[in-house]
């Protein structure tokens, strides 16, 4: 390895996705003095990235990027280019569940970051810092070593990971004031290189530097424990609603212990995202594959348990709506995994749309992000069967029985019920008593965020159902 300052002038990221694109937005608009490329295969993506409608919604992008965009910061689909160009390569391209052959539906499929390693090690000349963005599997870093140290042009490198803790709809404020900031390697000149592009604006006691290996499990780690506590007042929502407890109260009550705390006990129709399920499930595989089949259970359930959570939404639904929901129009008011997003990724409304249409329910969809292509797209995989076909039935269920309203009142008028799925702000200031009488009676409303919790429907006249009371 060569003995040289790595000061970082130069950066490329290779994935132009949820992660990357605000990322490098945060490093090029913090650090005026480095050259920020982003690269990706999707020449489309990359065009929407130089465009006014940013691939990615996110609260706060589009002023960062309109900043540094033709600065600092440009989108590219010339990868090669880029990589020779870079002092520091970033891999943030996405490593979706396995679906296919040994550990599928549990490990992570990593044939995208092999092929990165691969190009960086055909094209690269000279010395690099190769930095894992992407949520990978512990010991992943040891693959990409191997990869890379079989360059053809006597290139070097070093390895980090860095593993990115933000999460969507806040992207920015994570990525402005992190709680911190982790650098696992090997090398300190490395670690310290990355250091000092964080140093430009997070203080350095956040800045946490580890070996490879606990950064790679730490993220997994996190998200096994966020989640793990969504499940778990998922849980005690189950045994609320068969008694007379409140979960919300519950959680409040526990949340106020310090060794507990308030966050991340919201109890929801089930937690999705590119992550969660993700992680744990390699995590799992990793427990198994290590011959540890106890710890891979105890995680796996905490999976389990967000799948019983969505299915018992609608069970409770049609058992509500006197055992049928069969040619009933249902208005689905939003589809993104979370508020303040335009990402569907496990989305509980794409499980709890499917139940509903095996059920033979008719939907009117409303989402203020997500496009009508793009739930339609979610709706049609989730009906796939393994070999990549949709049955004319299921095709025939989508067609005839999904549509798409503009606000929630479209969405909702002549309705048997409403079922909240995203916690969007903009639901609280829907015109309640117009919907109310656009609506079929008894007027249901099955609030799967407890977002319309306060706003007194019962008194307006609908039937009322949230999570956990
Ligand atoms: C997560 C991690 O928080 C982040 O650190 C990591 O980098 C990526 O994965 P993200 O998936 O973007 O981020 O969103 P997050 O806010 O964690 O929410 C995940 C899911 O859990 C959402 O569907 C959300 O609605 C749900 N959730 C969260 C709850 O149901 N209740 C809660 O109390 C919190
Ligand atoms: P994440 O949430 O992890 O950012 P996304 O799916 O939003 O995931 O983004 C990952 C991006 O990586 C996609 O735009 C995809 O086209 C890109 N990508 C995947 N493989 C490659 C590759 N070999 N070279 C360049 N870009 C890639």
Request: net charge negative; with cysteine.
């Amino acid at each position: 390895m060569p003995d040289q300052t790595l000061a970082v002038s130069k950066i490329c990221c290779i994935g132009a996705g949820y992660v990357g694109g605000p990322t490098m937005a945060m490093i090029a608009h913090k650090c005026p003095h480095i050259d920020v490329k982003v690269v990706d295969i999707n020449a489309d993506r990359i065009a929407q990235w130089n465009s006014d409608q940013l691939p990615v919604y996110e609260p706060g992008l589009d002023d960062i990027v309109q900043q540094c965009r033709g600065k600092n910061l440009s989108f590219t689909t010339a990868i090669d280019d880029s990589i020779r160009a870079a002092d520091m390569v970033f891999i943030s391209v996405n490593t979706p569940t396995k679906m296919f052959g040994v550990g599928a539906g549990r490990a992570a499929n990593l044939e995208f970051v092999e092929k990165c390693a691969r190009r960086i090690a055909e094209v690269s000349e000279g010395h690099k810092i190769v930095v894992e963005k992407s949520t990978l599997p512990v010991r992943t870093a040891e693959a990409v070593k191997r990869i890379l140290a079989n360059s053809d042009n006597a290139a070097t490198f070093d390895v980090l990971s860095n593993p990115e803790f933000l999460a969507e709809g806040t992207a920015i404020e994570d990525l402005l004031a992190p709680d911190r900031v982790l650098i696992g390697g090997e090398r300190a000149e490395a670690i310290e290189a990355l250091v000092s592009v964080y140093a430009n604006w997070v203080s350095r006691d956040r800045l946490l530097t580890t070996n490879l290996w606990s950064s790679e499990l730490s993220k997994l780690t996190a998200n096994a424990f966020l989640a793990q506590r969504v499940s778990s007042i998922n849980a005690i929502s189950a045994l609320c609603e068969a008694t007379e407890a409140d979960v919300d109260e519950v959680a409040s009550a526990i949340g106020t212990d310090s060794r507990i705390g308030p966050k991340f006990l919201k109890a929801s129709v089930g937690f999705g995202g590119s992550c969660f399920q993700k992680d744990i499930l390699n995590l799992v595989y990793l427990c198994e594959y290590f011959g540890l089949p106890q710890v891979a259970e105890y995680w796996e359930q905490v999976v389990k348990m967000n799948d019983y959570q969505k299915q018992r939404f609608v069970t409770r639904m049609v058992r509500t709506m006197f055992n049928t929901v069969s040619d009933k129009k249902i208005g689905i008011w939003g589809f993104a995994f979370k508020k303040d997003t335009n990402d569907t990724r496990e989305s509980a409304a794409i499980y709890v749309c499917r139940d509903l249409l095996l059920e033979k329910a008719r939907l009117c969809i409303y989402d203020p992000q997500v496009s009508r292509e793009h739930i339609l797209r979610d709706l049609r995989s989730i009906f796939t069967e393994g070999d990549g076909v949709i049955s004319d039935a299921k095709q025939k269920l989508i067609d005839e029985h999904v549509s798409f309203a503009s606000s929630c009142e479209e969405a909702s008028a002549d309705a048997h019920a409403i079922a909240v799925l995203t916690e969007w702000d903009e639901f609280a200031d829907a015109d309640f008593d117009a919907i109310f009488d656009s609506m079929k009676k008894p007027a249901f409303v099955f609030d799967g965020r407890n977002k319309l919790k306060a706003m007194d429907l019962q008194g307006k006249g609908f039937e009322y159902h949230g999570i956990g009371f």
